[in-house]
């Protein structure tokens, strides 16, 4: 009997894909089975058979996947992958992402298919891994707190870098549900923010007691980190997911210790290296220093003026300047004294003495020097060297050929004068000439 409701051959195509790609068992199955009818097509892609007893199915898998080289008519192998429906063909196929031979194990079937899987979303791409801090002050560490991995790395930090301080993220390390534990406790760092570096831990085992570091959950955790970490899981030969997805890989858990920590002995060698350069290189610029300090010296002494000659030299000017002030000063003194001799000669006083008389009009004080300046009556103020007088003007008519201005007759030089003595006339002519020579200037 036909359903009522009609679907379309596109309907069910992808309900059917879907079915087969969100079953439990169908999407991580691994299946054991004998290769046939293996083709490799140029692109690298293999398409084959696996068949058992009578039953077969139809298998893909893509070109650099892991196990490839395993591939081949006849072989028995364990194929790891998932279901899925290929609409255009109307087949479903399993689409194989690892290979193993028979008798590897289901384990290493699985961690060879999800080592595939996370390679192919670039949790272990080269370029997305963070360098480690050189001086970590946090150091967070996830791993269990009663096992020997937890006191070997106290005691690595402890006797490389007593600075930094560890935090421990605990968690167990094997069994049931340690995967999920372990990445919750590299969450909790993470939102702690507090930590430098983080080591994720572990001691050997086999593969099974190292199972939860292969785990999805914990590559994921890791690879979702904010913080770097460094991973330590097993002994040197043990490689893990968490090895892979880990910034960076130690061998041991003592040797991640040893990896994020410096070496405090190398520190102080360094230091000391260091301080030792330094002084090296500060002597050697001081030294440098002071010798252009000293050939600076040098030049500017070579440069330097004679003070010596200078100051020889400004005695030698300082002496010839006072020399010759003094010789100056003598010419002065000299020259002073003929002006003074000179000035002398020219005083009214001596003239006075020698007999002359200064005469005025009495109240106005001018000197008189011709009879037409006064008139009969006038009064006269006379000045002579041994005082004054008082006189009244009178007119004496004058001699027929003797001179205009009446004749003065001083005691003293006339009565000496031998040249007045005998010639008269002659005397006359020179009184005629006006007032004595000494007088000219004053008067």
């Not at 006849?74 to 255009?88: C, K, S, V």
């Not at 930090?157 to 069994?175: D, F, H, I, K, N």
């Amino acid at each position: 009997m036909l359903s009522p409701v009609v679907h379309t051959v596109s309907q069910v195509a992808v309900y059917l894909k879907d079915k087969l790609e969100s079953d439990g068992l169908l999407s991580r199955l691994t299946v054991q089975g004998e290769i046939a009818n293996l083709r490799t097509v140029a692109s690298g892609h293999s398409y084959f058979t696996l068949r058992e007893d009578g039953s077969s199915i139809r298998c893909v898998m893509f070109r650099g996947r892991s196990g490839q080289e395993y591939l081949q008519d006849g072989q028995e192998i364990l194929a790891g992958g998932n279901f899925t429906f290929y609409p255009p063909s109307g087949e479903a196929n399993m689409q194989v992402s690892a290979v193993l031979p028979v008798g590897a194990g289901a384990l290493a079937l699985e961690l060879a298919r999800l080592r595939q899987q996370l390679a192919a979303e670039g949790l272990f791409d080269p370029s997305r891994k963070r360098p480690v801090p050189a001086f970590p002050r946090i150091i967070g560490v996830v791993t269990s707190p009663s096992g020997a991995v937890w006191q070997d790395i106290q005691n690595v930090v402890m006797r490389r870098y007593p600075l930094a301080e560890l935090r421990l993220s605990p968690t167990s390390v094997q069994g049931d549900g340690a995967g999920e534990l372990i990445a919750d406790a590299i969450r909790s760092l993470n939102d702690e923010g507090v930590a430098d570096v983080i080591i994720v831990a572990r001691g050997g085992g086999s593969l099974e007691d190292l199972w939860c570091f292969n785990s999805e959950e914990v590559a994921r955790a890791i690879f979702a980190s904010s913080i770097p970490i460094v991973s330590g899981v097993g002994h040197e030969t043990d490689t893990t997911i968490a090895d892979e997805v880990s910034d960076r890989r130690a061998p041991t858990p003592s040797a991640a210790a040893e990896l994020i920590t410096p070496d405090r002995n190398q520190l102080m060698a360094d230091i000391f290296g260091a301080r030792q350069h330094m002084t090296s290189v500060v002597v050697g610029h001081v030294d440098r220093l002071r010798s252009s300090v000293l050939f600076h010296q040098q030049r500017l002494q070579r440069r330097a003026p004679d003070i010596g000659s200078m100051r020889r030299s400004v005695d030698e000017f300082a002496e010839r300047a006072a020399a010759s002030i003094r010789h100056r000063h003598s010419l002065a003194g000299r020259d002073v004294a003929t002006l003074v001799g000179k000035l002398g000669a020219l005083n009214p006083a001596d003239t006075l003495r020698r007999g002359y008389a200064v005469v005025r009009l009495s109240g106005e004080g001018a000197v008189l020097t011709s009879p037409e300046q006064v008139s009969d009556g006038a009064q006269l103020d006379i000045s002579l060297a041994g005082g004054r007088l008082a006189a009244t003007v009178g007119h004496h008519p004058a001699s027929p050929g003797s001179d205009a201005v009446p004749r003065e007759i001083p005691a003293g030089p006339v009565a000496s004068d031998p040249i007045a003595a005998s010639n008269p006339n002659k005397r006359r002519s020179r009184r005629s000439s006006g007032s004595p020579p000494a007088m000219k200037p004053l008067l």
